[in-house]
Each structure stands twice: as C-alpha cells, then as structure tokens.
C-alpha cells in the first residue's frame, strides 16, 4: 500500500501524462504514490461531473496488483465508490461501467490499469468519465489538480464484482455465427487469454489457443499485433492446425491483429473495409470514422457504398470523441482499435471486434483469403518507427510543416503531415506512446510508393540526416 503523504510532498513526472492516458516506467516515474494522487485527482474530476462510482480493472503485468491497490485508495480517499472487476482485458473494464452499478446515474466511468503493448517495466492508466475517455487536456486538468492541491477529501466504499461470464453472455446474444470456424487465437500471454479463447469457442468456434496464459514478463514474444514479427507464431500455426484464421490480441485485448488461412497479415484498414460493407449495407450514408495512417483506399470504398468517410487524428481516444460527436456507426484505427456503436457501445473492443468480423466470415463459403480479395492491396509498407526523443519527435513534426518537398501533394495536418498524390500517399507523426516518429507509406506500384518515401526521406535530412527511414 502506498504510504500517504502529505500534499506538501507530492511528487509527480510530468511526462506520464500522454495525449491518450498516463504511463511510465514502475517505481521510476509511474510510482504508487503517483497513482495514489491520480486517483485522488480523478475523484475530484468525476464528482464536479456527478459521477461518484468508477470502476477499477488492471491487465496482467506483475506492478498491476500493487497499482491498483493505491489507485482504489486515492479514489476512496476522494470520496469515490469503488467497484473492483480485477483482472481483465480493457474491454470489459470499459463494459463494466456501463453494466455494474445500475442503481445510479452513474455510467461510463472507471480506470484501466494496463501498461498495454509496453515493456514489462511499464504501466499506465486508461481512464473514462461519464463515457467520455480522458486525453490531452482532460488529462493535463488531472496533473493541475494534483500540483495545485485542489483535492477534496472523502469517503468512497468498495466492493467487487465478476464481470467476465457476463460480458460473454452479452456478447453471444449479439453474435451469430452461420458455421463454425477453426481459429488459432494469439493472446501473446495478455490478459485477453483470461476471455478471448472461452469468448469464441461459445460463439461455436473450433479454438486453437496460443499463449494464453498470462505472463507479465511476456516469454513468448511482444504482445503488440501492429509489429508483423509478432505475428509468426500465430502464422505458422495457423498453418500447421489448418485453420480458417488467426487472431492476436494486444497486451490487453483492445487491439486486434488478423491473418488469413495463407497466411497473409490483414491489416486493420483492411479489415475495416469487411466491416464496412456489412455496416453500411444496414446503414446507408452512416459516417465512418479512420485516422490518418488507414489507406485511402478505404475512404474511396466508403464513399463508393454511399457511406461518408472522415479521416482523424490517431488514437484511441480520438476516435471515440469523433464517435460521440459525429453519432458515426463505426470507427478504427491502423493499429488495431476498432470501435463499434451499431450494436455495441463505441468503445474500442477486439473481442468483439473479432466475434464481429468471425460472424461475417462465417456467413461465407470462400476462405478467408478470397474474402478479402474483394479488397485489393496496393504496395503499402506496415507502421514504421524511427527512434527519437521525446521533444525532438515534435521538434521534427513542427519544422516539416514549414517544408516545401511536399507542395505537389495534397498535405494534411490534422495528425502529423499526412501527403497524398495521385499515386499513393505518405504520413509522418509523433508517436504519443512513445519517443519515436512513425510512418507509412502506400502506393499504386512499387515505383511510386519507392518515389514518396524518398521526398519523405528528403524533407527530414534537410532537419537530421540521422533519421533515417528503414
């Protein structure tokens, strides 16, 4: 238990509040005192929005215990009533607010304490109030509370409450499978093991389950599915058991990663295009909401179903916010958040984002692989990181925005500096997880798409030729 100090001796890093949540390295900057006046900080925050009950999760890493021990402490000390659900995927923490305390008017609010697809030394917080997700200024406003003592006291109660066999109960009223599939599912050893396998073999799939323990030190290999080198295993055992499909959760299950009976990677925007048919065929002229890393190819499919399509800004968050004031159906990210509101609640889930996308494969008589050829691919490059520091990655951003390489292109700057030609597209961003830039590429053929990473490299040497694009 963290021990209680005084105002007067809080200390706190200020770089572990990022524009989608707060994370740190345990014991470093992300200490239990830290987490102790963040609860205090989010009490505050939720009773000014009368909001007096949250509910607290945690995934599987080893500092997760001890965080949430000192997060429900500073909670109550605020005057917060606590609802624990333990040990589960972010999904169901995000479920678990609206299904748990059904007694009041509270609903949509609770903290995540997950380090996601981080190191092992990591750990954060993914918070929520009243069914909005905390970013950027939200989260800042939690740091000025606690720096400016603006911390009332109070006494908040506890319980707990089990929540796993509910969230698939509800998910398998809502999923109908048309046959059963044979599915390799990759848990990468995070706390999607403790559902996902279970999840699907009650939606009445053949279920092949790989590291579904959990392990916080993650043995077998990152549980990141963005990164195709962490998607070999489930590759080659999909292979190997003959499935019709593999699926890989994050390091807590809100990101979804898919490859096909051939073994080919289908990357989120492409799955997005599958989820988009079958939407707007329900839907027509809803708005679909993508960030700036998806390939325009998916806007133009959109547009095309007579759907409207709006290219945002990058991260969980964001999406969700879009979600909330656009009142569009459904909405993703290149990295695997996938947020459903037609049927679900508009969070971001790969649980049920898989046992959506399992419900229209299942309904095919083609493999998975002739699915998604309804969907061509253009020459493409996956996510790519270039090591930086945490100031110079937007260092790097803001003297790009003054460069004149990309003026033949159509640039956008809601995310970075997005640059679209009549060939392919290019994007470069700051990470807001980590201290990198990030970047990708697509193009109509392997020249074009080797033509704009070279103005791209171009415009960065001009800033640090050090920075090189792999």
Not at 99 to 126: F, Q
């Amino acid at each position: 238990m963290v021990s209680q100090a005084s105002q007067s001796e809080i200390q706190l890093d200020p770089e572990i509040f990022r524009a989608y949540d707060i994370r740190g390295v345990v014991e470093a900057s992300l200490t239990p005192s830290a987490v102790y006046w963040i609860g205090r900080a989010f009490a505050a925050e939720a009773l000014s929005q009368q909001q007096p009950v949250a509910v607290v999760g945690g995934d599987g890493r080893h500092s997760t215990p001890s965080l949430c021990e000192s997060l429900t402490k500073g909670l109550n000390d605020g005057g917060i009533n606590v609802i624990d659900v333990g040990i589960v995927p972010t999904p169901l923490l995000y479920y678990a607010t609206y299904r748990v305390d059904e007694t009041t008017s509270s609903a949509g609010t609770g903290i995540m304490i997950t380090g996601s697809h981080n190191p092992p030394e990591y750990n954060g917080l993914k918070m929520m109030i009243g069914g909005t997700t905390l970013a950027e200024t939200a989260i800042q406003r939690l740091r000025h509370r606690i720096v400016n003592k603006s911390l009332p006291e109070g006494a908040g109660t506890y319980r707990k409450k089990r929540v796993i066999q509910d969230y698939i109960s509800t998910v398998r009223d809502d999923i109908q499978l048309s046959r059963p599939l044979k599915v390799v599912v990759d848990c990468g050893n995070g706390v999607a093991g403790l559902v996902a396998p279970d999840l699907l073999a009650t939606l009445g799939c053949n279920v092949v389950p790989l590291y579904a323990d959990v392990d916080g030190d993650f043995p077998n290999h990152h549980p990141d599915p963005a990164d195709p080198a962490n998607l070999l295993d489930l590759i080659s055992a999909v292979d190997e058991h003959h499935a019709d499909l593999g699926i890989a959760f994050d390091g807590d299950g809100d990101r979804l990663g898919v490859v096909s009976n051939s073994g080919t990677i289908i990357w989120p925007d492409r799955i997005l295009m599958l989820l988009v048919r079958d939407v707007l065929n329900r839907n027509p002229g809803a708005e679909i909401i993508f960030d700036v890393k998806c390939s325009n190819r998916l806007a133009s499919l959109i547009n095309d179903l007579g759907g409207r399509a709006l290219m945002w800004k990058t991260g969980h968050s964001h999406i969700k916010a879009k979600l909330k004031e656009t009142g569009a159906l459904l909405g993703g990210e290149f990295s695997g958040h996938l947020c459903f509101v037609e049927r679900w609640f508009g969070f971001d889930d790969a649980l049920y984002s898989a046992a959506r996308l399992l419900e229209l494969l299942s309904a095919e008589t083609r493999t998975v692989e002739d699915v998604f050829l309804d969907f061509p691919l253009a020459m493409s490059t996956p996510e790519i990181k270039i090591p930086t520091t945490e100031k110079k990655k937007f260092d790097v951003i803001d003297a790009l925005s003054h460069n004149h390489d990309f003026e033949d292109g159509k640039i956008t700057t809601i995310d970075g500096i997005r640059v679209d030609y009549d060939d392919g597209w290019g994007l470069i961003r700051a990470s807001n997880t980590s201290p990198v830039l990030t970047l990708r590429f697509e193009a109509d053929s392997n020249e074009a798409l080797a033509r704009i990473k070279n103005t791209f490299q171009t415009a960065i040497n001009r800033i640090d030729p050090g920075l090189v694009i792999p």
